[in-house]
């Protein structure tokens, strides 16, 4: 949890409407959140913030499978994965567990920089 992500995005937002913004891990997002159409994901850690504050496998999985739960037929889920530093490893278990998403429940997309190496690429997920 870092204060400074929370405020740059106060900034960014701030002439938007319905749009919350909370302090706190992602994994307890269903405290505040019951349905939704859209999330997102922002995976690795705050450019400019605190490397030591990194997302951790585990707790991604736990959260992005319950936020499919509370996804919305015909919602999108994005998943930023930022895979150029020692943490960004989750990439390749998370993909892993993409790619096991029924086809009939769920669209998954994966966006990616060809030309880039350990560029962060985007995973899009839509419910059907």
Do not use: W
Not at 12 to 26: E, Y
Not at 98 to 117: G, P, Q
């Amino acid at each position: 949890m870092q204060s400074l992500a929370l405020n740059n995005t106060k900034e960014l937002v701030k002439r938007k409407k319905n749009i919350t913004l909370f302090l706190k891990s992602h994994e307890y997002f269903d405290e505040d959140v019951r349905d939704f159409e859209v999330g997102i994901f922002n995976l690795g850690y705050l450019p400019g913030g605190n490397h030591e504050c990194v997302t951790q496998y585990e707790t991604t999985l736990k959260t992005i499978k319950k936020a499919l739960e509370h996804l919305v037929k015909g919602g999108c889920l994005y998943v930023v994965v930022y895979i150029g530093h020692d943490q960004g490893k989750e990439s390749t278990n998370l993909d892993a567990y993409f790619r096991t998403l029924d086809h009939k429940l769920y669209n998954v997309a994966k966006f990616e920089m060809m030309n880039k190496n350990n560029s962060p690429y985007v995973v899009i997920i839509e419910k059907r």
